[in-house]
């Protein structure tokens, strides 16, 4: 009993202190700052850069636009060049026919000329060969000086009309190079022909400015 009594008062100062604390109030949670208004420059500026990005936008979209044309534009023409290249190559190599034993030039020999030299004269740089050729009547000999002179009348009828000479070489392969066989006027005819091969110059062509083909 004795020992109680001396515990008991600073039990009741616990307790005491205790309830104290218990009954303060807990602090309040500061408020959050309001978040800030934009003021009038802020708003303009906005809107300005709002401005910017769409007129950089419709300018890169012109800007791809205009990429795209000039892209299909070259393709186009790189495409009609091929394609005028293609032409003027056949105008050129197409073979020229001679009568039985003749070199002599004869009117559709000379319209085949006459065809090839606006676009030799218009390409400068292209070089030709021309082929000499003989069907398989006569003997070896004979026939390789045939296909020279035939080589050489339609070089001359060329040179004679602008075409320098250095610019066109010749040969002849006689009988050797038939392009139909037969042993008839249908093979024969075909075979008694010039030959025209590109030796130079040939990678683009460009048509006459006078258009005369």
């Known amino acids: 009993m004795v ?8 039990v009741l100062v616990v307790l005491s202190i205790a309830a104290v604390e218990g009954c303060r109030k807990k602090p309040e949670p500061a408020p959050v700052p309001a978040a800030p208004q934009p003021n009038a420059d802020s708003l303009r500026l906005a809107e300005q850069r709002r401005i910017q ?3 950089d936008a419709a300018n ?12 299909e534009a070259d393709r186009q023409a790189a495409a009609a060049a091929a394609a005028e290249t293609a032409t003027l190559r056949a105008v050129l190599i197409s073979p020229i026919h001679f009568a039985f034993d003749k070199a002599d030039l004869d009117d559709q020999a000379r319209a085949g000329l006459d065809a090839k030299i606006p676009v030799l004269l218009a390409n400068p740089g292209v070089r030709l060969r021309i082929a000499g050729n003989t069907d398989e009547r006569g003997s070896t000999e004979y026939n390789l000086a045939l296909g020279q002179r035939r080589a050489e009348m339609a070089k001359r009828y060329l040179s004679e009309r602008g075409v320098g000479d250095d610019r066109v070489e010749t040969a002849s392969f006689g009988e050797e190079r038939p392009v139909a066989q037969g042993n ?4 024969w005819s075909q075979n008694r022909r010039d030959e025209f091969e590109i030796t130079a110059g040939g990678d683009r062509l460009v048509r006459s400015r006078a258009g005369a083909q």
């Open 53 to 55: 990005d769409s007129i």
């Open 184 to 187: 008839d006027e249908a093979a």
């Open 3 to 10: 020992r109680f009594r001396h515990v008991a008062p600073a």
């Open 60 to 71: 890169r979209a012109a800007a791809d636009a205009a990429r795209r044309a000039r892209e």
